[in-house]
C-alpha cells in the first residue's frame, strides 16, 4: 500500500521549481498568492500539518506551536536565522526545527559588503542627486566620501558570514577585527590577519566600520545597545545585515541625527517592515528591504535544504540541518 503522502504547509509563495517538487513529494499545501499568514491562519494551518515551512515573516511563537495538532513533527525553517521560532516550545513539543545554512552565505556577504562600499562611497545619495536631475557638474570637492582601503572593520560575529564578509574586505585592503563567542581557528585567523577581541566595548571604540554578523538571539538582542553605540569613533559607520534587533534602532536614528557617528547601512530592522520614520530623512543611511539574501540561485538552494530536511525526517533519519538550542 502506498503511503500516505505528508501534509506540508507552507506560508510563503517560494521559486516554481521548489514548489513542483514540493507537490510531487508531498501533500504541500501551497500559498501562491504570498499573503502573509496571520496568527489564527498560522494556528489553523498547524492543526492539521505534519511539517510547517514558515519564513522570517512568520512568528511561530509558544501560542501557535501549542494549537499544533498530533501530527505537526517537524518545523522547516526557509531561513538561517531561527529566531521567528520558540524553540524552546518545540523542543518540550518534541517538535524538530530545521534552517537553510551555508546557501545564502555568499550573497548575504555580497551585501554586506556592498553596504560598506556603498555608505562610506555615498553611493545612493549620488543616485538619488542623478535621477533629480540635480547634479551640477563635477567639482574637486563634491560629493567626497571615505576611503576604505586601509580601514579597520569590526565584524560582530564571526561565522560563516561573519568569514566571508572577512575574505571580501581583506581584498578591498581592509583590516580585519573581529569580536564572537569564540575565537575562530588559528587557521583561518592567519589566514585573514584578523585580530580578536573578547571585549565588543574595546572593539568597537577602535574601529572604522562596524558590520553586524550574528544571529538574533536572547543574548544579542540590543547587543549594540545605545551605551555601546556610544563607544563608536564619530567617523564610523555601522552595516547590518543580520537582524535589526541586534542594534537598538531609535539609538542608533538618534545617533545619526546628531551626526554622533558618520552613516549606517541597514538591511534589516527592529519592526520589519516598518522602519524608523527618521531614517528616510537621512542621507547618511543607504536602507534596504532584508533583501541580503534575494538571489534567486539562493532562493532556489534554500528550498532544495527544505526539502531534503523535510524528506529526510519523513524517511526516519535526523534531517541534515536541525537546529539544536545551543547553536543560537
Ligand atoms: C531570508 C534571512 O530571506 O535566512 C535568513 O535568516 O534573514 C533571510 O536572508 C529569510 O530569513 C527567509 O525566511
Not at 75 to 94: M, P, T
Not at 271 to 283: M, R, S, Y
Request: aromatic share 4%; with cysteine; net charge neutral.
Amino acid at each position: 500500500m502506498p503511503q500516505k503522502k505528508p501534509v506540508v504547509v507552507v506560508t510563503r509563495k517560494l521559486p516554481d521549481v521548489i514548489e513542483t517538487r514540493m507537490m510531487e513529494l508531498f501533500d504541500a499545501r501551497l500559498n501562491l498568492a504570498d499573503k502573509p499568514f496571520s496568527k489564527n491562519e498560522l494556528m489553523e494551518a498547524v492543526k492539521d500539518a505534519d511539517v510547517l515551512v514558515p519564513t522570517v515573516t512568520d512568528r511561530i511563537d509558544a501560542s501557535v506551536l501549542a494549537a499544533a495538532g498530533p501530527n505537526l513533527r517537524l518545523v522547516a525553517n526557509y531561513g538561517v536565522g531561527v529566531d521567528n521560532i520558540d524553540l524552546a516550545s518545540a523542543r518540550s513539543k518534541g517538535i524538530t526545527v530545521t534552517n537553510t545554512p551555508g546557501v545564502l552565505t555568499e550573497d548575504t556577504a555580497d551585501m554586506a559588503m556592498a553596504l560598506i562600499l556603498a555608505v562610506p562611497r555615498r553611493i545612493a545619495e549620488g543616485e538619488r542627486v542623478m535621477r533629480t536631475g540635480d547634479w551640477p557638474g563635477w567639482s574637486p570637492t563634491w560629493m567626497l566620501g571615505h576611503r576604505i582601503n586601509g580601514k579597520r572593520l569590526g565584524i560582530v560575529g564571526m561565522g560563516r558570514i561573519g568569514q566571508a564578509v572577512a575574505r571580501r574586505a581583506r581584498a578591498f585592503g581592509m583590516a580585519i577585527h573581529y569580536h564572537s563567542r569564540r575565537p575562530i581557528s588559528e587557521q583561518v585567523e592567519q589566514e585573514l590577519e584578523a585580530t580578536y577581541w573578547e571585549s565588543l566595548d574595546q572593539m568597537l571604540a577602535r574601529v572604522d566600520i562596524v558590520s553586524v554578523n550574528c544571529p538574533h538571539t536572547p543574548a544579542t538582542y540590543h547587543l549594540l545597545s545605545a551605551r555601546r553605540l556610544k563607544l563608536l569613533q564619530p567617523h564610523a559607520y555601522v552595516i547590518n545585515t543580520s537582524r535589526g534587533e541586534v542594534i537598538d534602532e531609535n539609538a542608533l536614528t538618534r545617533m545619526l541625527e546628531n551626526r554622533q557617528i558618520a552613516g549606517a547601512g541597514l538591511d534589516v530592522f527592529e519592526n520589519e517592515p516598518a522602519v524608523n520614520p527618521k531614517l528616510l530623512n537621512l542621507d547618511s543611511v543607504v536602507l534596504l528591504p532584508h533583501m541580503g539574501s534575494a538571489t534567486i540561485e539562493g532562493r532556489i538552494s534554500m528550498g532544495e535544504k527544505v526539502l531534503v530536511n523535510i524528506q529526510t525526517f519523513i524517511d526516519g533519519h535526523t534531517p541534515p540541518d536541525r537546529v539544536i538550542e545551543t547553536m543560537f
